[in-house]
């Protein structure tokens, strides 16, 4: 499809990868229509996005929670009259060992809080966004894709049982999506990022980060907007669809 003039939404719009990809797509002339729960940083994105001189417009919501979801994507299409395309970005961590002992003594474990929330967003949330997307683009007669940003930690990480279940779940939603609504013109994929340079990354400590690198054959992190270009490439490429494609300087081989 062609990104000049249609409209897009990203969960997780006000920041980070979300805001990335919305800048990148702006720039291709793409309408945004940008979800976050940090209306500053929604506000701050938003207007990046018509400085690239297109229409955006931000919606404050909590993934996790159905009317919520419900009400923000009915409230794109009234806006903007149609819906092309959405990425499913918004996530949290809450990263912690499963159990952890010392000197024979349990010392913590990760509370059930934790993994509940991060399933909540990361999950939850992917699938009530899919769900109210793909009926907002069928009842509109809307063709176009839905990106789900997963992780290389889908395939595991040490730490990240919570966020690790999360995005192997929405990794398998990629196939499914794929399949059930290939008949209404709607594809569906999957960008699995290593490790980016974000404000998270950019707060960690220097030698974190070199040994972090370290361990990449490339030998450097992502940029944001390496993985606004799969996105990108993704939506114009009508015939890709049910797939992943990692994007971590094969960290993960």
Do not use: H
């Amino acid at each position: 499809m062609k990104l000049q003039d249609s409209v897009i939404a990203i969960t997780g719009g006000g920041q980070g990868l979300g805001r990335a990809m919305a800048e990148y797509l702006a720039a291709k002339g793409a309408k945004l229509a940008l979800i976050d729960l940090m209306e500053d940083k929604l506000a701050e994105s938003v207007e990046a996005c018509k400085a690239a001189g297109v229409e955006a417009k931000a919606y404050v919501c909590n993934v996790a929670k159905e009317e919520d979801v419900e009400n923000t994507f009915k409230a794109i299409v009234d806006d903007f009259g149609q819906l092309n395309g959405l990425i499913n970005n918004a996530g949290i961590l809450r990263d912690g060992l499963m159990v952890k002992y010392k000197d024979g003594k349990l010392e913590k474990r990760m509370e059930l809080s934790q993994w509940q929330s991060v399933i909540d967003v990361n999950l939850t949330g992917v699938f009530l966004c899919g769900r109210e997307a793909a009926t907002r683009m069928i009842e509109n007669g809307d063709k176009g894709a839905i990106i789900n940003i997963a992780s290389i930690s889908r395939a595991g990480n040490m730490g990240q049982s919570n966020y690790s279940a999360a995005k192997a779940g929405v990794s398998a939603l990629v196939p499914v999506w794929a399949k059930e609504l290939a008949r209404y013109g709607i594809r569906c994929m999957g960008i699995a990022p290593g490790f980016i340079e974000t404000e998270m990354t950019a707060s960690m400590k220097p030698e974190a980060l070199e040994k972090m690198t370290a361990g990449i054959p490339l030998k450097r992190m992502g940029k944001p907007e390496e993985i606004a270009s799969a996105a990108a490439f993704i939506f114009e490429n009508d015939y890709v669809s049910g797939r992943m494609i990692e994007v971590d300087g094969a960290l993960r081989l």
